[in-house]
């Protein structure tokens, strides 16, 4: 069965820190994974991966795609508090199954 | 250009109703996805649906649980008799058609307590 597993599942950090956040899967014939930030609402769209160590990056979050080691991880630079959300990460098989998620990490950054 | 929009943003049912949740895709997109999501845990699939065709429901319960994606109109996730275990965000997504690079864009979701 596919899988995908996100750690840590929460996180407090100050504003100002880095964070990794990291996601790891076993799916058959992966093609992508992707990462999502859900806050109260709908979950947004942050990055889509489909090549190994080519970093994609989007102001202070960057990702980057480890195929050999099957796994993922998010940065996030200078957190700040709007940054406080739930990370979710996404893994796309071909054909007509769905993406599969992990749990997602919860971060929480106070001032 | 609007999102994916879902409605009612939360609903209120007690055991043994029925639940209606509607969901319109993004312009241009043909594609629907419907997933769950229980406190504390991940999204997970339900239905995956094109414009009159269910694609593939392997992670919808074969009972009370039924969802449709009209020509006209939005996509529907029906669930009849809820139990308080269906209590849940329900969210839909929506992708363009035919496109390799299937990011999936959600609505904001249903919250649906059955009481």
């Known amino acids: 069965e596919d899988k995908v597993v996100q750690s840590p599942l929460s996180l407090v950090v100050h504003e100002g820190d880095t964070v990794t956040l990291n996601c790891s899967y076993e799916?058959?014939?992966?093609?992508?994974l992707l990462w999502y930030k859900q806050e109260k609402k709908a979950p947004t769209f942050l990055f889509m991966l489909?090549?190994?160590?080519i970093e994609k990056k989007s102001g202070r979050l960057s990702s980057i795609l480890d195929k050999k080691e099957l796994s993922s991880i998010l940065n996030i630079t200078a957190t700040q508090t709007g940054d406080s959300a739930i990370y979710l990460c996404a893994v796309e098989a071909p054909g007509n199954t769905p993406l599969v998620f992990g749990k997602g990490t919860r971060l929480s950054v106070i001032a | 250009n609007a999102g994916v929009m879902q409605n009612p943003r939360h609903l209120v049912r007690r055991r043994g109703q029925e639940a209606r949740l509607r969901c319109s895709p993004m312009?241009?997109?043909?594609?629907v996805y419907w997933y769950r999501q229980l406190p504390e845990e991940g999204l997970k699939f339900m239905v995956y649906l094109q414009k009159e065709n269910i694609i593939d429901e392997s992670g919808m319960p074969k009972e009370r649980f039924s969802a449709e994606f009209p020509k006209e109109g939005p996509s529907i996730l029906r669930i009849q008799q809820v139990v308080r275990g269906d209590s849940a965000a329900y969210f839909c997504?929506?992708?363009?058609?035919?496109?390799?690079?299937?990011?999936?864009?959600f609505g904001a979701g249903t919250r649906l307590s059955v009481l």
């Open positions: 799916v058959t014939n992966f093609r992508s």
């Open positions: 489909t090549s190994s160590g």
């Open positions: 312009k241009g997109h043909s594609h």
């Open positions: 997504a929506s992708s363009p058609a035919g496109s390799t690079k299937n990011i999936q864009y």
